[in-house]
T-cell receptor, first 114, second 114 residues
Framework: QKEVEQNSGPLSVPEGAIASLNCTYS??????FFWYRQYSGKSPELIMS????GDKEDGRFTAQLNKASQYVSLLIRDSQPSDSATYLC??????????????FGRGTSLIVHP | DGGITQSPKYLFRKEGQNVTLSCEQN?????MYWYRQDPGQGLRLIYY???????QKGDIAEGYSVSREKKESFPLTVTSAQKNPTAFYLC?????????????FGPGTRLTVL
């Protein structure tokens, strides 16, 4: 069973702080990694993807990937109350037949308080 | 407008009834996916389809069925064999080309069994 683990939280940070969200995965052949944001009662929205070891920045968001440690993280700088949501980590395995097999973590609830 | 639509938004079903959830996209996406989300849980893959007339079981396919007769449509039937169908159902699709592993979600259907 391929697993993606996230701390369910809630993670509470003050407005303006850096929020750090973490995700570990068990399948070493995973090749694509995604972060989604999901507001309560809504569907997930794509934040960003990362494919190579290291950091990838997009605005206030930075994704970090370490394949050797099977670890991917998301940093949110200058956190805003509107960032309060559940953040889902998704890991994609590319099968030999050409399919992309996704596995999602349970998500981390983030609360940004004024 | 291009996008992924799911209907209905809310659905109520009596025990023992089959029900079909609609998912349509006009984005020219090849791959489509169905997920189930329970409170406090991540997304669990029910079925996915990479091309028309072909689909694969995900992690929790029992009690569900799908069809993919058109590229734009991927309906999900929740059968009476599904013992605990009350959940939030999400459809997703992926574009062709280099980002075919990236999933975009519809707004979801919330199914309640009475």
């Amino acid at each position: 069973q391929k697993e993606v683990e996230q701390n369910s939280g809630p993670l509470s940070v003050p407005e303006g702080a850096i929020a750090s969200l973490n995700c570990t995965y068990s399948d070493r052949v995973s090749q694509s990694f995604f972060w989604y944001r999901q507001y309560s009662g809504k569907s997930p929205e794509l934040i960003m993807s990362i494919y190579s070891n290291g950091d990838k920045e997009d605005g206030r968001f930075t994704a970090q990937l370490n394949k050797a440690s099977q670890y991917v993280s998301l940093l949110i700088r200058d956190s805003q109350p509107s960032d309060s949501a559940t953040y889902l980590c998704a890991v994609i395995r590319h099968s030999p037949g050409g399919s992309y097999i996704p596995t999602f973590g349970r998500g981390t609830s983030l609360i940004v308080h004024p | 407008d291009g996008g992924i639509t799911q209907s209905p938004k809310y659905l109520f079903r009596k025990e023992g009834q089959n029900v079909t959830l609609s998912c349509e996209q006009n984005l020219n996406h090849d791959a489509m996916y169905w997920y189930r989300q329970d409170p406090g849980q991540g997304l669990r893959l029910i079925y996915y389809s990479q091309i028309v007339n072909d689909f694969q079981k995900g992690d929790i396919a029992e009690g569900y069925s799908v069809s993919r007769e058109k590229k734009e449509s991927f309906p999900l039937t929740v059968t009476s064999a599904q013992k605990n169908p009350t959940a939030f159902y999400l459809c997703a699709s992926s574009p062709p080309g280099p980002r075919t592993d990236t999933q975009y979600f519809g707004p979801g259907t919330r199914l309640t069994v009475l």
